[in-house]
């Protein structure tokens, strides 16, 4: 299998990038931001408690989005890959991430983190809550928080794959298309 996590502070381009290299390579795309946005649309019980965390830019608990994703892989398992967009977003993620994945006979192939500065990030949410109706694109305070949430739990992810031997960095700014190129360059040559 290959599996990519996709990584990446708020306004990346995760999820655009991600659209295209599900076709690519044929993978799926699990982003537990897309999940979570659907059971708050479904008004299930978790989404009414996600939505509150959600609309404060902070980070959902660990067993809530790991409970999601193990139950995703479950149902799963014959596919070319996955694609992890917004997940692990702590260290614990990540463990319980490769502990899912180990039982399944499988591991991460490789992190693939797209950088790009805060000042970028911002002005790309705020036209992305434009369109998109997102609320937590939609107010500065939430994007700082979001961004903060970031830098103080997700980014030190870097470190763990650097150890592990699977993290690579790709410049996340300039044409869609540019980047998209240099992700696949990064992929095939795994
Ligand atoms: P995203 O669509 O990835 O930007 O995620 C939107 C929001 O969903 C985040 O600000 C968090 O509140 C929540 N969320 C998504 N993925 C995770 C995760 N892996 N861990 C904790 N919270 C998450």
Request: hydrophobic share 40%; proline share 3%.
């Amino acid at each position: 299998m290959l599996n990519i996590v996709l990584f990446g502070p708020p306004g990346a381009g995760k999820g655009t990038q991600a659209n295209l290299l599900i076709e690519r390579y044929g993978l799926l795309h699990l982003s537990t931001g897309d999940i979570l946005r659907r059971e708050i649309a479904n008004k299930t019980q978790l989404g009414l408690e996600a939505k509150k965390i959600m609309d404060e830019g902070s980070l959902v608990p660990d067993e809530v989005v790991i409970g999601m994703i193990e139950s995703k892989i479950e149902l799963n398992l014959f596919c070319n890959g996955f694609i992890f967009d917004g997940f692990p977003r702590t260290k614990a993620q990540a463990v319980a991430l490769d502990n899912l994945l180990k039982i399944k006979g499988t591991c991460i192939s490789v992190m693939l983190s797209l950088k790009v500065q805060d000042e970028e990030l911002i002005r790309r949410l705020i036209s992305r809550g434009k369109d998109s109706g997102r609320s937590d694109d939609q107010d500065e305070e939430i994007i700082a928080n979001r961004i903060n949430e970031y830098n103080n739990k997700t980014a030190p992810l870097k470190q763990y794959y650097s150890f592990h031997e699977k993290f690579q960095e790709i410049e996340g700014v300039g044409s869609i298309n540019d980047i998209s190129h240099r992700l696949n360059k990064v992929i095939d040559s795994l």
